[in-house]
Structure formats: C-alpha cells, structure tokens
C-alpha cells in the first residue's frame, strides 16, 4: 500500500518552461487536491477534486491546470513557470468527509515536490 | 470561508515537560472538523489528531490532546512529555461541512524546538 505518491521530488525549471506535477493515490480515496508551502504562510490549496472528471479552484489556481480522468490520478500541470511559482507542492487525499459519520476527511498527503523556477 | 490562525511563530520547551500550542478559528459553519498536523525537517505531513464540531469530549491521541473550546473558537494542541523527536513545525487545520467536502485550510504553523 504506497499510499499517495508525488513525483519528481526536486524540478528545477526556466521561467516559462511547462511541466507537470504527477500524483497518484490507491486508497480509492474520492477527493485529491493540491496544496502549495510557502515560507510563513502555511498551505494553500491550489485545486481540488471531489471525483473523476470533477475539479474546482482553490485559494491560489492561477498558472495552474489539473485533470482528473481516473480516481487514482490528479496530476498538477504548471503551464508556463514563473519565479513566483516556486515552492513545495503536495498533493493530498482523502475520503469525503460525512457529517456525523466516523471519517474524519483526514487528508494524507504525498512526500512533497519542490520545485525552484529560475 | 474558512480561517485559521497560529500566532505563535516558534515555540521553546524542555524535554520532558508539556507545550501547548495556540490554535484559533473563525467559520460560519455549524458543523466542522479540526486537525493538527506535524513537519519534521524532512518535510512529510504528519496526521496527529482530529476534532469535530460535535464532539463533547476533547481528543486525545497518546502524548496529543486536543483542547477545544468551541465558544472561544480555539483549538490547541497540547503536548504533554515533550521528547527530542517532537520538534518540527506544527500546522493547525479546518475543513467546513456541507459543500466544503475534504478542502482544508490551514494555518501559517508554529516551529516547536523541543531542547534536552
């Protein structure tokens, strides 16, 4: 069981280079999402998806693209880097929390990928 | 919308004794859960405790207790034994109900150095 699983973990980019972002999950967990670390801003959500094929903005989606064609993969599309791009990414899933109900919609997350855009 | 603040920006504790690190919230939701999450300077997110809007009884996972008062809107985490292993930066969390689904917010998290 890998859990969720982020690559690459390092990336380094010139400033308008294109790149994806992979991520992959074997939870069967219906929800992924995106989140970025900056330095004393904690994480910010980039997109998300509640299934196949259903995905919606979060805090911070400008320069970025996602698809979700299968429940495994969410992958993380940087369209035209830019400096204020870099940071860690981490994708995170989870099951849909259920109000009342025993899941907590706990998110687990992959190790992080961090990517510096030069 | 969600918003979670930590305004501690670093902590300092001695082995052995317990911290408490502040945690407050603000939402319109009725119905909401919480969470504490650990980074270790390797950088893995580490789940440690949840706490539902609805749950009478403040959480506790081994050395990790979470306090909550709901009418103040707080939720801190409270490490009791500190140990070596638990410096890291500690981020505290809220997912809404309803429509929110697992989208969770997170606040700008406090460096705990735990010294022997």
């Known amino acids: 069981n890998a859990g969720v699983t982020q690559t690459p973990k390092f990336q380094v980019l010139k400033t308008g280079q294109s790149m994806t972002l992979q991520c992959a999950q074997d939870?069967?967990?219906?929800?992924m999402s995106w989140y970025r670390q900056d330095p004393g801003m904690g994480l910010r959500l980039i997109h998300y998806?509640?299934?196949?094929?259903?995905?919606d903005q979060g805090e911070v989606p400008n320069g970025y693209n996602v698809s979700r064609s299968t429940t495994e993969d969410f992958p993380l599309r940087l369209l035209s880097a830019a400096p204020s791009q870099t940071s860690v990414y981490f994708c995170?899933?989870?099951?849909?929390?259920?109000?009342?109900?025993?899941?907590?919609?706990?998110?687990?997350f992959g190790e992080g990928s961090r990517l510096t855009v030069l | 919308a969600q918003k979670i603040t930590q305004t501690q920006p670093g902590m300092f504790v001695q082995e052995k004794e317990a911290v408490t690190l502040d945690c407050t919230y603000d939402?319109?939701?009725?119905?909401?859960?919480l969470f504490w999450y650990k980074q270790p300077s390797s950088g893995e997110m580490i789940f440690l405790i949840y706490?539902?809007?609805?749950?009478?009884q403040n959480a506790t996972e081994g050395r990790y207790s979470l306090n909550f008062q709901k009418a103040r809107k707080s939720a801190n985490l409270v490490i009791s034994a500190s140990q070596l292993g638990d410096s890291a930066m500690y981020f505290c969390?809220?997912?809404?109900?309803?429509?929110?689904?697992?989208?969770?917010?997170f606040g700008q998290g406090t460096i705990l150095t735990v010294h022997p």
């Open positions: 995170a899933s989870s099951y849909l929390p259920m109000d009342g109900g025993s899941n907590t919609g706990e998110l687990f």
């Open positions: 939870m069967n967990h219906e929800y």
């Open positions: 998806s509640v299934g196949a094929g259903i995905t």
């Open positions: 939402t319109s939701d009725q119905s909401y859960g």
């Open positions: 706490q539902g809007s609805y749950d009478e």
């Open positions: 969390a809220m997912r809404g109900g309803g429509t929110s689904y697992g989208k969770l917010t």
